[in-house]
């Protein structure tokens, strides 16, 4: 192919997609949907098959990016006009953790494992469940986090804990097995872990949904 006709494409099918985002409104990434990122990533796929491809002219990238332009555009209109389309097509938050409880029906459905949960709490600045008192699971992936009241303010300082002291929150059980390399990594083994579910009445491990281990306190259960 010819550099000028790549050029020319190249330049076009820019012009085009820089249209198509100014039209649809997408102003941040953070505001995508599961449903609008792979929309992007295919119709990246379109643009730049189109531009190495001998066969396709200007004609079929720019009915190829107005067509699936339209349906992009269709869809977010949809979801304005009738309320009712969008949890089908933008799909809908989850109340993942409700009154400090991990919800398991709701991670079920939104394919959120304990640790996937456990990593986007990390990024809000949250080491324990037992921190949380609301968490919502947004449409785009990402938590929204509302501590308990005892834990907004709390910091490093006003509990006096050097960073010596400091001893991150480890969960032992999770989704019915346990955690053997943690149980290892805060020096206890199993006959500790039973001894510690025989307090709170626990006799089967594999009843339990979550269970975390917080220095100097008792272990947090929660079964299914």
């Known amino acids: ?35 609008d990122f792979i929309s992007a990533l295919i119709l990246g796929e379109l643009v730049g098959n189109a531009l190495y491809d001998n066969e396709v002219g200007l004609m079929d990238i ?21 309320k009712r389309t969008r949890s089908l097509l933008e799909g809908r938050p989850s109340l993942v953790i409700h009154k400090g409880k991990l919800q398991y029906e709701e991670m079920k459905h939104g394919n959120l494992d304990t640790n996937q949960l456990l990593h986007l709490l990390r ?11 609301y968490a919502v699971l947004e449409t785009d992936g990402t938590v929204s986090v509302l501590k308990k009241s005892t834990f907004q303010q709390l910091t490093r300082q006003d509990i006096n804990l050097t960073p010596e002291e400091v001893v991150l929150p480890r969960m032992l059980i999770n989704d019915g097995e346990v955690i053997w390399d943690s149980l290892e990594e805060i020096g206890k083994d199993k006959d500790w872990l039973i001894q510690e579910l025989a ?25 299914y």
């Open 62 to 82: 720019g009915f190829a990016i107005l067509l699936w332009g339209t349906l992009l555009y269709l869809t977010e209109w949809l979801t304005q006009k009738f």
């Open 199 to 223: 307090k709170q009445e626990v006799s089967d491990i594999q009843t339990i949904f979550y269970a975390e281990y917080v220095k100097g306190q008792e272990l947090y259960l929660q079964s």
């Open 1 to 35: 192919m010819h550099y000028g006709s790549i050029f020319i494409e190249t330049l076009f099918g820019f012009v085009m997609l820089f249209l198509l985002t100014k039209v649809l409104g997408k102003t941040q990434i953070r505001q995508l949907t599961a449903f």
């Open 123 to 133: 990024s809000k600045d949250v080491f324990s469940i037992q921190e949380v008192d």
